[in-house]
């Protein structure tokens, strides 16, 4: 069974340009999240989906967005990025909605800017 | 805020001995408790979890501790090997209000000596 893919993996991107990161859950899986890793702030939670709704989002400002699709994919954007953005995007997913999933991560997208 | 801390930033262990890696949680109110490992270069990787009507719980080599009257966490690692070298975060899901957000500790470095 695959578990959670990112892509792309690494990326580097100039300030002010805007990017869009892929998540594909395990199988099944219905319930999308998104972190934000850096080494001075950790891991820090941007926002959660399920059945293509928002249902969680982090204090991250509004240049961060995301979207679920029928098929429970994922997609997060960042537009007008700013230097502070460079770091790790992970994408988590589990099987339904509420405290209690297990709750699976994947590799990860790496994002710098330059 | 919500935070989720560790009392020891770095752990080094000799191989074979037990590790004892703890995270103190701040909100009452959580109701579910997750132990990941992040490998360099990798995303987090789920080790074991517990809901708060629990206070032990064990799998393969680890065992997870939970008192709610301190509001304490513990990871217990039997016989720790060198590919057990990472970093570890304890993470909580605040309430079912917050769905599968998590909040997640600073993390502790485990090394291994061999």
Known sequence: KAGVTQTPRYLIKTRGQQVTLSCSPISGHRSVSWYQQTPGQGLQFLFEYFSETQRNKGNFPGRFSGRQFSNSRSEMNVSTLELGDSALYLCASSLGWGSGNTIYFGEGSWLTVV | ?114
């Not at chain 2, 074979?16 to 490992?37: E, L």
């Open chain 2, 1 to 114: 805020g919500e935070s989720v801390g560790l009392h020891l930033p770095t752990l080094s262990v000799q191989e074979g001995d037990n590790s004892i890696i703890n995270c103190a949680y701040s909100n009452s109110a959580s109701d579910y408790f997750i132990w990941y490992k992040q490998e360099s270069g990798k995303g987090p990787q789920f080790i074991i979890d517990i809901r708060s009507n629990m206070d032990k719980r064990q799998g393969q080599r680890v065992t997870v501790l939970l008192n709610k009257t301190v509001k304490h966490l513990s990871l217990q690692i039997a016989a720790t090997q060198p590919g057990d070298s990472a970093v570890y975060f304890c993470a909580e899901t605040p309430d079912m209000e917050y769905g599968n957000k998590l909040v997640f500790g600073a993390g502790t470095i485990l090394r291994v000596k061999s």
